[in-house]
């Protein structure tokens, strides 16, 4: 399922957030700022006071509600992590970008689906794990480069693969494509190609941005 709060969320939290901008956590947080997100942006990180100049909040239990959550933390932290955000901060939104899942071993293929059960039960969309995110016109999600400056005119483009989705929008930058959106799903756990694909059917308006 894919829901209006990973789409156009109005409040996002960065699991993992860093303040080294090299390590995926701090990247994202990064982009999000400098991005076009006008929302609220929440950053957590147990051993850190401030993350890039914003207050940090040490533990799930101090953010506030938030209704997406971007998750950049070892794979077995994410169960518990998208238990307490779904159950007490009326999460209905995750992004994971961690690893070391399904596409590595049987124990991290457990752990994915338990996610994806916890997802299913609050009605709460997942994207990946093992991805470098999502790009829509409300925010940039990624911990990777380019970041395309979005435009409505421009494709909607999903790709399984991160580092094939980076291949394709730097070359197709160089040749003067434009981007509405971009969409890393990576195990595609609950949500995959065919889920965004159908939602963007869903929601499509002749001559809007499908993601508005």
């Known amino acids: 399922m894919i829901t209006t ?13 860093s303040n080294n901008t090299g390590k995926p956590g701090g990247k994202i947080f990064y982009n999000i700022r400098h991005g076009s997100f006008s929302g609220e942006l929440y950053a957590m990180n147990p051993k850190e006071e401030k993350i890039q100049g914003n207050p940090a909040f040490r533990d799930l239990m101090d953010l506030p509600e938030t209704e997406l959550a971007i998750l950049a933390i070892p ?43 916890i997802c299913n039960r609050y009605e709460a969309a997942l994207i990946g794990p093992n991805c470098i995110g999502v790009m829509t016109p409300s925010y940039q999600g990624v911990f990777t480069l ?4 979005l435009d409505p005119a421009g ?4 790709s399984g693969s991160g580092a094939t989705a980076v291949f394709i929008m730097e070359a197709g930058l160089q040749k003067g494509l434009k981007f509405n959106s971009v969409f890393s799903v990576g195990n ?7 889920d965004v694909l159908e939602y963007m059917d869903q929601t499509f308006r002749p001559g809007e941005s499908s993601l508005t």
Do not use: W, Y
């Not at 494709?155 to 999903?158: A, E, G, K, T």
């Open 155 to 158: 494709c909607d483009f999903i």
């Open 75 to 117: 794979s077995k932290f994410c169960e518990e992590a998208v238990e307490i955000m779904a159950r007490e901060k009326r999460t209905r939104a995750f992004i994971i970008i961690s690893a070391g899942f399904s596409e590595e071993h049987d124990k991290g293929a457990a752990i994915e689906k338990r996610i994806t059960e």
């Open 188 to 194: 595609s756990a609950q949500n995959g190609v065919e």
């Open 146 to 149: 380019p970041i395309p400056k």
């Open 5 to 17: 709060e990973l789409i156009d969320p109005h409040s996002i939290a960065v699991i993992g957030a």
